[in-house]
């Protein structure tokens, strides 16, 4: 037996750091929150993660040929063989098929940005894709960077409904958090650009965050927020309504830009952050 470990069978006898029932304890909770800032840190920079850009989405948007399968399945079996589908799970299906465009182009423009990445020979750290990690767009934004040939980060959340890291995630920047505002930070601290798909109560939670953060500069820099699908988001949230109502003004309103394409998402982004001062040396007109 190692010295270390001591020569005590007596569980109180344990090192305090190798103390897991200690460690899991809400007296050491301050442990666990600065575990999850510096274990992340340090893995980001033995990376070489310099910036990223963060895709969010709905996690149940679907890859076009599983909504279509789904669409499939249900209308044969309305041949009268075995149990019928309803109205219901019919039109959530179609819609299914419908909403499965963001995958797709989320995907894309992931792609994009991660081969425009790795053309500024700056590293394959100097601007990587980052999501949340699990299915649904989170997985198309990894999904893309790898069929680039490019990293990826997946800041993922432990949930009472346990949501699985997605398969595209590079191995070594694939994250687990317990807390939900330290997985808020990181997908801050290092993000050059938001760009938000549809998706419900999570992904409203990060851009209000991101919105906030720019908003009051304690963000310490001016992240480029997209909102992808514009007749999805200016249906979800009237941002006219708020600036009429004075709740918000035109200096708010400029903080979000409206985009319905990979290329135009791609065009946009690249000039945000060619205006970017942080950034502006490591740019090359020519990639513009």
Known sequence: MSKTEGSSSNPYAKLAYNNERFLSSAEARP???????????????????????VLFGS?????????LERLRKLESSRDGSGPQPSEEQLRAAR????MSRYYEEARELAFLITRW???LNRGSGFLVVCSGGGPGIMEAANRGASEAGGKSIGLNIMLPKEQEPNAYITPELSF???????RKLWFAQ?????????????????LWEFLTLVQTGKMGHRAAILLYGSDYWKRA???????????????????VHYVDSPQEAFSILKEKLRRDRTLRSAFSR???
């Not at 819609?95 to 419908?98: F, L, R, Y």
């Not at 687990?176 to 330290?182: A, L, P, V």
């Not at 290092?190 to 990060?206: C, N, Q, R, Y």
């Not at 941002?239 to 109502?245: A, G, V």
Request: no cysteine.
């Open 31 to 53: 442990i666990r929150i600065l575990s999850e800032y510096l274990e992340p840190q340090v893995r980001l920079r033995r990376a070489g993660v310099q910036n990223t850009v």
């Open 286 to 288: 020519r990639f513009f």
């Open 117 to 119: 990445s790795q053309k």
């Open 237 to 255: 949230i009237n941002f006219e309504w708020m600036r009429e109502t004075g709740t918000i003004d035109d200096d708010d309103m400029s903080l």
């Open 176 to 182: 687990t958090f317990h807390y939900f505002f330290m």
């Open 190 to 206: 290092p993000a050059k650009s938001l760009i938000v798909f549809p998706g419900g109560f999570g992904t409203m939670d990060e």
């Open 59 to 67: 996690a149940r948007i679907l890859p076009r040929d599983v909504a």
């Open 95 to 98: 819609m299914g098929v419908e």
